[in-house]
C-alpha cells in the first residue's frame, strides 16, 4: 500500500514525570523547589512538549549558601539533596538567578526555563557537581552557563556571607568542547549573556587558531571564562600560560566524546590542573560530605553511556545525575541504566528505571524519522529529490567520507541547488564562512561529516539527511538532533541501500523509534506501509 504522507506529529508521552531519590535520608525541598508532584494538564502537556514548562513553584525558597576561605580554594558541599518533584518554573527568577542576569536573559529572549534549566540550575547553584543529560536542542548550554554567570562576572550575585573569589588573576570557567565549531558558538552563547561591554571576561580558545594571540589576549584581558577545544587548553596549561589553579567550575560539554581515546592526554592534563592545587582530589560517590577542593566539575551530553557515569563517579564529588525531570545520585546508575532504590527490592519494572542511558532519552519528541532505499550512485539525486519533496529550507547531509563531499556538491550544485562541505580539513576562517552562510539561508544543503553532529545550533535547520549511515544509535541521536531544536518540528531521511536496511531497523529498536519506509516521487514524500 502507499500513500501520500500528511505530516502530523507524533505525539509522545512526556507528561507522565517520576522522581527517584536514592537514599532515606535525603531531604526534598532544600533545592529551593517544591516536593510534590503537579498532575500536568493537556494543555500544560502541550507547552512540555515544546521544551517549555509551566509548572508551578512556590514563591520562597531556600537562599543559597556558599562558603569558602579567603583564596575561594574550599567550598563546604550542602548535603545531597534530592527532589521528588518535576524541576520547572515560569521565570528565571525563581531559578534564584541574581536580578542583572535575569535582565539580560529577558533583553535576549529568554523568559522561560525550558525543563533541563530548571533541574539543573538550582542543583549547580548548590555546588553539586553533575552530569546534565537531555535531548539535543532542549538547552543544555544555558543550564550550565547561567549558574556560572550567577557566580563568575558582571552579572553575579553579591553575596553577602564574604565568599570571595580568590586569585583575582585566576581564571573561573574552564569550559571544554570537543570541536572549534562548539567552542566558537559556547562563546557566542556567553558574550551574549555578558553584553558587548563584557565581551572581553570570555576568551577561546581553540585549535586551529593563531596559539599566540590567545595567549596575549590571555595576558591583556585577564578573563574571567575561558572556552576551548581540549587540545589547546592543555597546550596552553602546559606552557604556564593558563591559570586555572583556583577555577571554580570546569564544563565538560559532550562529555562522552571527550572521553575518546584521541583526546585522552589532553583531558588528563586538564582534570589534573584546572582547579586542583596539588594534593587536592574530588571524592568518590559513596564518600561522606565533607569540605573538598574549589573545583566544581559540570559533565553535559544529551547521550550518556556507563562510561560517563564512571568518570563522573571518579573526577567528581557525589556527583548528581540531573535530567530533564529528575535528578538522581550517580553512584545508584547501574550499567543497564536502572537506578537502585535503597531499601526496595530489586525489580526489573520499568517504572524503577531511568530509562537506558545512551539513546532514547538523547531526540526531541517532534521528529519524523524516515528511510528510503536506493543505488549507492543514485544517492545524491535522491537528497535533491527529498530536500524538493520535503520544501526543505536548510538541509545537513551527513557523509561518512570527507572526500564524498566535494563530489556531492558538485552534483548538487549543477542541478541547481546552493550547497557547500564543511569538514575538519578546511581553514578555520572558511568553516565559519561557510556556517555564517549556512545561517543566512545562502546555503540550503550543508553537506558535512561528523564533525558538525555534535552540539552546533542550527535553529533552522528543517531537514537532516544521512547519506551514509551513522555508525551505532549514538550517532544517528546527534545528527539527527541537528534538527527539530526547542520544540520546532523536524524531519531525518536516511538514504541506504537495500543491503543496508538491517542497520536502520536495528537503529530503529535501539532508539525505539519509527523509522518509516519512504520513497520521493513526483515531488513528494510516499510513506511506504511494511
Ligand atoms: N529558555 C530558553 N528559551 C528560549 N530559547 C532557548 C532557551 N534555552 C535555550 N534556548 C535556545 O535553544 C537552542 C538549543 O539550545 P542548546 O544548543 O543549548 O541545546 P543543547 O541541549 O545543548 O543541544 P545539543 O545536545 O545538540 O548540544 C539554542 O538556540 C538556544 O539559544
Request: with cysteine.
Amino acid at each position: 500500500f502507499r500513500k501520500v504522507t500528511q505530516f502530523t506529529r507524533i505525539a509522545p508521552s512526556q507528561g507522565n514525570v517520576r522522581f527517584l531519590s536514592g537514599s532515606g535520608s535525603l531531604t526534598l525541598a532544600s533545592l529551593g523547589l517544591k516536593s510534590e508532584v503537579k498532575t500536568v494538564s493537556a494543555n500544560e502537556k502541550n507547552k512540555l512538549q515544546q521544551g517549555i514548562s509551566t509548572i508551578e513553584v512556590p514563591k520562597s525558597r531556600e537562599k543559597k549558601r556558599v562558603s569558602g576561605n579567603k583564596q575561594g580554594l574550599i567550598k563546604e558541599k550542602n548535603p545531597v539533596d534530592i527532589m521528588t518533584a518535576p524541576f520547572a518554573a515560569k521565570s528565571f527568577s525563581e531559578l534564584g538567578l541574581p536580578p542583572l542576569l535575569v535582565e539580560r536573559l529577558e533583553k535576549e529572549g529568554f523568559t522561560i526555563p525550558t525543563d533541563v534549566q530548571a533541574a539543573a540550575v538550582p542543583t549547580v547553584l548548590k555546588n553539586h557537581d553533575v552530569v546534565i543529560q537531555s535531548y539535543t536542542g532542549s538547552g543544555k548550554t544555558l543550564a550550565y552557563l547561567l549558574p556560572i554567570l550567577s557566580r563568575v562576572g558582571p552579572l553575579k550575585e553579591e553575596l553577602s556571607d564574604g565568599y570571595e573569589t580568590g586569585n583575582k588573576i585566576d581564571i573561573e570557567a574552564v569550559i571544554v568542547a570537543p570541536s572549534r565549531e562548539l567552542g566558537m558558538q559556547i562563546v557566542r552563547e556567553v558574550e551574549k549573556l555578558l553584553g558587548p561591554a563584557n565581551k572581553k571576561l570570555v576568551q577561546q580558545l581553540v585549535g586551529g587558531a593563531n596559539r599566540s594571540r590567545q595567549e596575549d589576549a590571555l595576558r591583556k584581558n585577564k578573563p574571567a571564562i575561558v572556552v576551548g577545544t581540549p587540545g589547546r587548553i592543555a597546550e596552553i596549561s602546559a606552557a604556564g600560560k593558563l591559570p586555572t589553579h583556583g577555577c571554580r567550575f570546569l564544563v565538560l560539554d559532550e562529555i562522552d566524546q571527550l572521553l575518546a581515546f584521541t583526546f585522552r592526554e589532553d583531558m588528563k592534563r586538564i582534570l589534573d590542573h584546572v582547579g586542583r592545587r596539588p594534593g587536592a582530589r574530588g571524592g568518590e560517590s559513596n564518600r561522606p560530605p565533607v569540605k573538598r577542593a574549589a573545583r566544581q566539575t559540570i559533565m553535559v551530553s544529551a547521550t550518556v553511556p556507563f562510561s560517563v557515569i564512571r568518570a563522573a563517579r571518579s573526577w567528581g564529588c557525589d556527583p548528581l545525575l540531573i535530567q530533564a525531570n529528575k535528578v538522581v545520585p550517580i553512584g545508584s546508575v547501574t550499567p543497564s541504566g536502572s537506578v537502585n532504590i535503597p531499601g526496595t527490592p530489586s525489580t526489573t519494572d520499568s517504572s524503577s528505571n531511568v530509562q537506558p542511558m545512551p539513546d532514547v532519552q538523547s531526540l526531541p519528541p517532534n521528529l519524523q524519522h524516515y528511510y528510503t532505499i536506493t543505488r549507492i550512485q543514485h544517492k545524491v539525486d535522491t537528497l535533491r529529490r527529498c530536500v524538493h519533496a520535503l520544501d526543505a529550507k536548510c538541509v545537513i547531509a551527513f557523509m561518512n567520507h570527507t572526500k564524498q563531499l566535494k563530489d556531492a556538491v558538485f552534483k548538487l550544485e549543477a542541478r541547481g541547488m546552493n550547497a557547500a562541505e564543511l569538514h575538519g580539513d578546511l581553514s578555520k576562517l572558511v568553516r565559519s564562512t561557510i556556517l555564517k552562510k549556512f545561517r543566512n539561508g545562502e546555503i540550503r544543503v550543508l553537506l558535512t561529516n561528523e564533525l558538525s553532529a555534535r552540539g552546533l545550533d542550527l535553529p533552522e535547520c528543517d531537514l537532516v539527511v544521512n547519506l551514509g549511515l551513522p555508525t551505532d544509535s549514538v550517532h544517528y541521536a546527534h545528527r539527527a538532533g541537528r534538527t527539530g531544536r526547542l520544540g520546532r518540528k523536524g524531519t531525518v531521511v536516511t538514504i541506504c541501500e537495500e543491503s543496508e536496511v538491517f542497520v536502520v531497523k536495528k537503529l530503529q529498536k535501539q532508539l525505539s523509534l519509527s523509522i518509516q519506509a519512504c520513497e520521493f516521487s513526483e515531488g513528494n514524500l510516499v510513506i511506504i506501509e511494511d
